[in-house]
């Protein structure tokens, strides 16, 4: 790249962090360039050789490839772009503005135009929004030899080699896969075809979401997955580093949902006040508000608190039992439902395998608590008064309850917004706990009026 073209020169910031980052890795200097502002980032850049520039904006990591590009002038930019992996050049057009993407777009010829329109054309979290159309097809008329040549001459435009996709020499559909190991001690003169794999290629639609496209890849081991249309041509492939990443970049956003708030979107250091308070304050309101309701339930066994107060010690445990069950529910059915493990039409096999598991676990905790209430009666420690083999029958029994209502509510939670098409992350750990909260203390104090009526109520 002609640095002169570039409308900034780089300061000494630019110059220091050059000098201080020689002989680093690529994905160092990406961290590197992610703590910096657009402006600092796109000097440094201008300071390296153009080849690896291309290769740190390539990066998925690199968070503010599109704002370090506009920072730049329109020549630039482009010639960055052109060097760049279709797939990633998608992305980036996408996060600019409507103007710029434009201006920089035009500048493609009409091959890439094309592939790269139709990559932003396509849905995200779908296996044709995170593939890439640069791979490696071959007539399968061709030779051995004739497909080493091929990979030799194009190999630094595409984005693995490992896999090589025939193709039938009329109708282009995609007929086997070759490896570059079986490739390459393969006899020179020999067709293509006597070194690819038997079988029908394992592929997927466009529209595949990217976590069944993940399982496919994990299943049969592939370093590639080709994405095929309704006639079988090749539209494109997914590699394992697109999977990984965009991943990666689900599980974070599940994560911070599960943690009762909405997905940050941003590193969390370059998030701004503001947009903080707005991620978390919706959701710790609403989580208030059905706080509130425990409140209410409280309110309303008034009488029977005041006639034995000693109930009232109880509450903490019980509440947090039966919210800690439903939370241990909730995070196993999400993540089977994520992996594939469950289907929506499992959800009676989930609530006749958690009930009895309830009601077991209930019947441990309950246990627990009622050896502690005789425990410290016996010795001393507190007197929970004449009728405290009641108080215990009490608790012992409402843990059961509570815990085994927890743990159905917290099961069937995920299935009930998977089935209204909505995120089953959402049931996040404190939704969940808010709401067993507020059904424990109702079957708490009803356990309560059955035990105790007549003695203490």
Known sequence: MNINSFPMRAGNAARAFINNNRGVTIAERVESLNVLDAAEAARILAKMPEERAVRILDRPELRNASGILEVMGNADAARLLHGMSNDRVADVLLEMDVDTRARLFATFDEHARQAIQGLMGYPPRTAGGIMTTEFVSVPASWTVAQTLDHIRQVERSRETVYAIYVLDDETHVL??????????????????????????????????????VARLIRRHDLLALPVVDDKGHMLGIVTVDDVIDTMIADTTEDAQKFGGMEALGQPYMKIS?????????????????????????????????????????????????????????????????????????????????????????????????????????????????????????????????????????????????????????????????????????????????????????
């Open 175 to 212: 007929m086997h896969v070759v490896t570059l190991r079986r490739l390459i001690t393969g006899e020179p003169d020999a067709c293509i075809l006597t070194v690819a794999q038997k079988g029908t290629p394992v592929t997927a639609p466009p529209l595949m979401k990217q976590e069944d």
């Open 273 to 457: 006040f503001g947009g903080m308070i707005r991620k978390r304050a919706g959701w710790l309101a609403a989580l208030f508000l059905g706080e509130m309701l425990t409140a209410s339930a409280m309110q309303h066994f008034e009488g029977e608190l005041e006639k034995a107060v000693v109930l009232t010690l109880f509450i903490p445990l019980i509440m947090s039992s039966g919210g800690n069950s439903g939370s241990q529910a909730t995070s196993l059915i999400i993540r089977a439902l994520a992996l594939g493990e469950l289907k929506l039409s499992d959800w009676w096999r989930v609530a006749f395998r958690e009930l009895p598991t309830g009601i077991v676990l209930g019947a441990i905790l309950g246990l627990v608590g009622f050896a502690r209430i005789v425990t410290w009666q016996g010795l001393g420690l507190f007197d929970y008064g004449p009728h405290w083999q009641l108080v215990g029958f009490t608790v012992f029994a409402a843990l059961i309850g509570i815990v085994t209502f927890g743990s159905l509510a917290g099961s069937m939670l995920p299935f009930i917004l998977q089935r209204l098409r909505l995120d089953p992350a959402s049931a996040s750990a404190p939704f969940v706990a808010t709401l067993v909260d507020v059904t424990g203390l109702v079957i708490y104090f009803s356990v309560a009026l059955m035990i105790l009526s007549g003695t203490m109520l």
